[in-house]
Nanobody, 132 residues
């Protein structure tokens, strides 16, 4: 069983910053090279991949957030982070952290492209609202 709990969302003005956290517990799930990702879903839109990171610290970002968002992890504390800078109203969405279910661990590109519910373990999400 995998449990994910996001926090850190809120309301911020355009140009501002937020730091999201995702605490995770793996229990009996033993990943071979743990990769994790952040997704977001805006009202009326499909869920989309934002950023992903693998066990070696390699990262991949969606074009819309490159240069503004940074994904990182603390493997000892079991926390995934998303630092978001220069936020704009288009970043308004529910943000979710995710761990892919499959083995072997998919590539970062695959992880970000797969938003199907059954492909990942998901958290409950944290709301980010950016006002103009």
């Amino acid at each position: 069983q995998v449990l994910l709990a996001e926090s850190g969302g809120g309301t911020v003005q355009a140009g501002g910053s937020l730091n999201l956290s995702c605490e995770y517990s793996l229990y009996s799930f033993t990943p071979y090279g743990l990769s994790m990702a952040w997704f977001r879903q805006a009202p009326g839109k499909e869920r989309e991949g934002v950023a992903a990171i693998d066990s070696d610290g390699n990262t991949k970002y969606a074009d819309a957030v490159k240069g503004r968002f940074t994904i990182s992890q603390d493997n000892y504390k079991k926390i995934l982070y998303l630092t978001m800078n220069k936020l704009n109203p288009d970043d308004t969405a529910m943000y979710y952290c995710a761990i892919p279910r499959g083995k072997p661990t998919p590539s970062l590109a695959t992880i970000l492209s797969e938003s199907r519910t059954g492909f990942h373990y998901w958290g409950q999400g944290t709301q980010v609202t950016v006002s103009s």
